[in-house]
């Protein structure tokens, strides 16, 4: 016994003092050792070997708790967190305890098969051993998962740094970012007066840099000004947001007008003026930071670190909580109450009233007008026949206003609301969804995302924004969604007949999901969906499988024109 524990120590021993020079693939003596194990029996055994099968999970066990350990063994170096060290040496410890009971309890096994009959004898023995290691495993995953995350958010960090910062500070890395000596004298208020520069500092400050062009849209100035209005809430939280245009091109006399709208449209910080902002600048912004064209929100800690080098995601999903746009702070918030029905619908705040009023909701909308008066008569005639309380919101894409209107202003028990096309409600609920599929697939990325049930249900959500007609409904009782294409919600709702027997049931919502999962079957079966994302490279996603048959979706390049003055292009 303890010429194997001196065997196994030495294991780790070696593995400590080569840390760099072994590779993972090489196999350590260990690894030999247990092969031969394994491979010592040289007869089929009578129960034809049934009994070897703990033997074997065993033997899995030691090496994947090896094969871990060997992981940790090799990068601790890059862990600079003192609890994962302690919590790794505390599991070292223990690891080589139950390796040495496991290749004790296996040797001994294989030294006593050609006399047992090649039967193992003890299973349970092994089945126990095999248990605490895999107990061992499962804890060394989860620090593995957690020191891989450490190791991307440093690898994030140092490759979007500002270079030749001057000290530790925020105020630093813009003077760095700027190639400016003093501060005071390259930002102003948004809207501000000249007499108000003289009170910016923005020394030991969060620092959000909202990278843009001219064409940033109103909606997300009108979005971003809440957020920062509920960030400034917080006497102690030291946070600033500061504008900064990127222009190409000549500056003109439109180019100046349209900076001064928009100035007065923001209520933080900006640049006095976007032509002093250098090439170089512009040139860092673009290759480092992957600014195109789309507006990106940068995080600078209180060190002029980057912390997120694109928090517009975190923001449109999270808004003020996501302060301070860290990894750590986003992964705390999915790790949260991360209610799929509260993020969808969190881009009105009067859906949350409408459901605490005991109401259902039911939000639905495309280009097809007479399909939105069909399903508007269909839900009132189920509502008033089962006596349920239904709020209705119609998102807007439709350009027929006239029929719209004689669909709003019918006098029935549902009255829909419609939100215009171009309202700022319609806007985020589409923007929140990208930023929602988007920021899960970062999240998703180490491992296999596709099959997520949220994730699915978010680019089936997101797919009715190119659809000719779609519904999702909400009840107050429940936190699931249950939606679908417009002839399949039609369908369930005027064939209610088949489903209100189940509506005061404790798994109704359940149920008449489930219901309408069935009838794509009977309808028109899988439908072609489309998912357009509004982002640029940085943010693009390879490849992505339909929501509906997971095939792979073809990806094609769209070119849209955004009405931007020819002299901002380059």
Known sequence: MMMVLKRVEALFI????????????????????????????????KDNWESMDPLYRLIRAMFEVTSAA????????????????????????????????????????????????????????????????NSIYKRLQSLEKNGRQYMDDEKIAEAYQIPHKQGPDSHYALMALFGISEELNFFSPCGGTKSDISAITFESKILLLLISGLDISLNEISFLNDVYTELKIPDEQECELIWVPIHRGSWTTS???????????????????????????????????????????????????????????????????????????????????????????????????????????ILCGGNDTDWIRDFVVGVQEAATDLNISIEMIIIGRTTDNEQIDKIMYSKSPVTPDYYDPHSRKTWYLWTRLESLLISMHKRFFARDYSMDPSFQEVKKLLSYASAESWACLITPSSDVMIHGLGDIM?????????????????????????????????????????????????????????????????????????????DELE
Request: hydrophobic share 40%.
């Open 490 to 566: 039609l369908q369930a709702f005027t064939e209610y007949e088949t489903w209100k027997q189940q509506l005061h049931t404790k798994d109704f919502t359940k149920f008449f999901k489930t219901h309408i999962e069935l009838l794509p079957s009977q309808v028109s079966g899988y439908p072609c969906s489309q998912i357009i994302l509004n982002t640029d490279n940085k943010d693009v996603i390879e490849s992505l499988e339909c929501p509906y048959c997971v095939h792979a979706m073809e990806k094609q390049i769209q070119y849209r024109c955004c009405h931007v003055d020819s």
């Open 14 to 45: 070696t593995l400590r003092k080569s840390l760099g020079k072994q590779e993972a693939s090489e196999a350590p003596d260990f690894y030999i050792y247990i092969s031969l194990l394994s491979s010592s029996v040289t007869r089929k055994p």
């Open 255 to 361: 180019s100046e007008e349209k900076y001064k709208k928009l100035l007065q449209m923001m209520l933080w910080y900006t640049v006095e003026q976007p032509t002093v902002i250098t090439k170089e600048t512009k040139k860092f912004i673009s290759d480092i930071w992957k600014f195109h064209r789309k507006p990106i929100i940068v995080a600078l800690d209180v060190d002029g670190n980057v912390v997120c080098p694109n928090a517009i995601h975190l923001i449109h999903i999270w808004g003020a909580k996501a302060f301070p746009f860290t990894k750590p702070k986003e992964r705390s918030l999915w790790a949260g109450e991360a209610r799929l029905d509260i993020l969808v619908m969190g881009f009105d705040p009067r859906v949350s009233n409408m459901l605490g009023g005991g109401n259902w909701v």
């Open 70 to 133: 060997h992981f940790f063994l090799k990068n601790i170096h890059n862990f600079i967190s003192e609890s994962l060290k302690d919590e790794f040496d505390s599991l070292v410890l223990f690891s080589i305890y139950w390796i040495t009971r496991g290749v004790f309890a296996s040797s001994s096994q294989c030294n006593a098969l050609p006399k047992n009959g090649y039967i193992i004898q003890d299973s349970q023995n092994l089945m126990d051993i095999c248990d605490k290691l």
